[in-house]
């Protein structure tokens, strides 16, 4: 049976820190891309970051370049998305998601634009206060 847990969000401040855990199972991260969503109140979701299978490469959106990191740890099935310099705009749901796409930097992006995927989390909240 295929799960994405999520955890690690909460309450922070302007410019705190948070880190994001997605942990996998029913699937190993060699076969599956993996992104991080979000959805804040009244808006569309969109796209954070992207993390292709093996080493198909890694998209960030524009606004969040140089603040978050996503990585992955295969050995505990695991992909983080590191949340530094929070804003209140960062404020919204957060969902992991996974897909079988072709390994490369275009599929990657792709993923994150589109937000299509097979598979997803149930969610976890970041509210930054200001």
């Keep these: 049976q295929v799960q994405l847990v999520e955890s690690g969000g909460g309450l ?3 410019g ?10 029913g699937f190993t991260l060699d076969d ?3 992104g991080w969503f979000r959805q804040a109140p009244g808006k569309e979701r969109e796209g954070v970051s992207c ?23 295969t050995a505990k099935n695991t992909v983080y998305l590191q949340m530094n310099d929070l804003r209140p705009e960062d404020t919204a749901v957060y969902y992991c998601a996974a897909d079988q796409i072709p390994k490369s930097f275009a599929a990657v992006r792709a993923m994150c634009d589109v937000g299509g995927a097979d598979y997803w989390g149930q ?6 206060s200001s």
Excluded: E, N
């Design 32 to 34: 599956y891309a993996v």
């Design 12 to 14: 922070v401040q302007l």
């Design 51 to 73: 993390i292709g299978k093996s080493d198909g490469g890694t998209y960030l959106r524009d606004s969040v370049k140089g603040r978050f990191t996503i990585s992955k740890d």
């Design 123 to 128: 969610g976890t909240q970041v509210t930054v």
């Design 16 to 25: 705190g820190s948070l880190r994001l855990s997605c942990t996998i199972s």
